[in-house]
């Protein structure tokens, strides 16, 4: 039985590295069909700011498995990530890299290096919420779920017991994002409980990034949130030899990506010398969540036998070290000259048939807790200095609703701010009741409708709450 696939050839050197791989999987007899669709530059350009056309979709939600080569997305203002935009569409929640260092035949600093990062792919700052609020600040919403927690936490753990692996690292900021980072963190924690026979620990994302850097032999699987999960793949995959190696995978519930983690490399589009190897990594792990381990263990004991043979692209190729330097098709050529041999050096491929491994992602929701409003921040575009609008605001008459403070940039500036501090024209009000009691929604309202009548240019507004007496909100610094 055949597949039927969706690919894209992307922009850049992506039709190169497409075209190797569809060779190489050609060549080893790889029971597949393809659906072709056009994403990228040339679909932006054509007024699709989204990237894709509306027809495209109807194919990938058909075929549910993307083999995808990377794109370029245009700068300037008006166009969305078509990358971000299929991740979350398509519920692909579970960013898959894994990273191996492939010494001695290409040069690393870590040759015992074997982690695989599992990055949380439809939250954090890539929701994509931007807004400029003023003439001086703009702003981006950090999202962070609990039920999209602990579908990447559980994945993470499911993976490592599937794949034998023995730990799991979560990486934070949660010592200074106390409340997204650290439910991520929290929550971690609570579905590491569940997994007893697999270690666990945790890491601030500086420090981790750091030991990640210096020391990546000493971590197995690193589950984190979006952005952080974006930044630390591509420094594992450049230390372990180069960021053109390395493939991944985007595992929804019904539907899954496969790519290169690198970009489209406009530069060197069109010349030949593009290393094939992150897509074709991909196109492995594609061959595997479809069940054809034959297949993907054929083509990788080639490709790791090629690497052992000396047979390197330019980015990887040293004097001394590699026996000859290729292109993009030669490379693909050399693999598929390799089929049916097996790696000498390097543990051989042998991945099973059949069915994919479907791991557990249940998502447990709790019941809602009580919820109770005692204050409101509202934010002020204004330009001038921190006593002048916290003198005005606290001129400002409410019943219920009185000035507690005001912050410029998260740090207190009135009352009793210190004159150091520099402030732009975006200021948090914070209004609370002094009596400590609740507060309603008519209590806000009126308190906004008080400030536009006093002439007061708000521009948002964010609801103090909490949930079963908990504090849902930062306390400002100073505070």
């Not at 075929?63 to 166009?79: E, F, M």
């Not at 490399?265 to 069940?291: F, Q, R």
Request: glycine share 10%; charged share 25%; with cysteine.
């Amino acid at each position: 039985m055949k597949h039927r696939i969706t690919v894209a050839h992307g922009d850049g050197i992506g039709p190169e590295i497409m075209e190797a791989t569809l060779k190489i999987l050609e060549a080893a007899n790889a029971p597949l069909e393809y659906d072709t669709i056009e994403i990228g530059e040339k679909v932006y350009l054509k007024g699709h700011t989204s990237g894709i056309e509306p027809a495209a979709w109807d194919s990938l939600r058909t075929n549910k498995v993307y083999l995808k080569a990377p794109i370029t997305t245009p700068q300037g203002g008006g166009y969305k990530s078509l990358n971000v935009t299929t991740r979350k569409t398509l519920g692909l929640f579970s960013n898959v890299r894994p990273v191996r260092a492939y010494a001695p035949y290409v040069r690393t600093h870590h040759p015992d290096m074997n982690l695989v990062i599992v990055r949380e792919n439809e939250e954090d700052c890539y929701a994509g919420i931007e807004h400029q609020q003023t003439p001086e600040v703009v702003q981006t919403l950090k999202l962070i779920s609990k039920p999209g927690t602990e579908k990447i936490v559980r994945y993470a753990f499911e993976y490592a017991k599937a794949n034998g692996r023995k730990k799991v690292t979560c990486m934070t900021k949660d010592n200074i994002m106390k409340h997204s980072d650290g439910l991520f963190h929290k929550i971690f924690d609570e579905i590491a409980a569940e997994y007893p026979e697999i270690e666990n620990d945790h890491k601030i994302i500086d420090i981790g990034s750091a030991l990640l850097a210096d020391s990546p032999e000493k971590f197995d699987v690193v589950v984190t949130l979006n952005l952080y999960g974006d930044i630390i793949s591509d420094i594992v995959a450049q230390i372990a030899g180069s960021v053109g190696m390395m493939g991944s995978s985007n595992i929804g519930e019904q539907c899954a990506m496969f790519e290169a983690i690198h970009g489209s490399a406009p530069d060197i589009a069109g010349k030949n010398i593009a290393n094939p190897s992150g897509l074709l990594n991909g196109a492995i792990m594609m061959l595997n969540h479809l069940g054809l381990g034959t297949v993907a263990s054929n083509i990788e004991n080639a490709w790791l036998k090629t690497l052992e043979d000396g047979i390197h692209t330019g980015e990887i190729y040293k004097e001394g070290l590699s026996k000859e330097k290729v292109g993009t098709q030669e490379f693909a050529q050399a693999v598929i000259d390799r089929l049916g041999q097996k790696p000498s050096t390097f543990p051989v491929a042998n991945y099973p048939d059949g069915e994919p491994l479907k791991l557990n992602t249940l998502t447990k929701r709790a019941e809602r807790p009580e919820k109770k409003y005692v204050g409101v921040d509202v934010f002020v575009d204004f330009d001038g200095d921190a006593n002048t609008i916290g003198d005005g605001l606290r001129a400002v008459k409410h019943d219920v609703l009185k000035l507690k403070l005001i912050t410029n940039r998260g740090v207190k500036v009135y009352p009793d701010g210190m004159p150091e501090t520099f402030c732009t024209d975006h200021w948090r009000c914070r209004f609370t009741n002094p009596d400590g009691k609740e507060i309603g929604h008519a209590d806000i309202i009126s308190l906004l409708e008080v400030l536009n009548s006093a002439g007061w240019d708000f521009i948002k507004t964010e609801q103090l709450c909490l949930f079963n007496g908990e504090r849902g909100y930062s306390l400002a610094q100073g505070e």
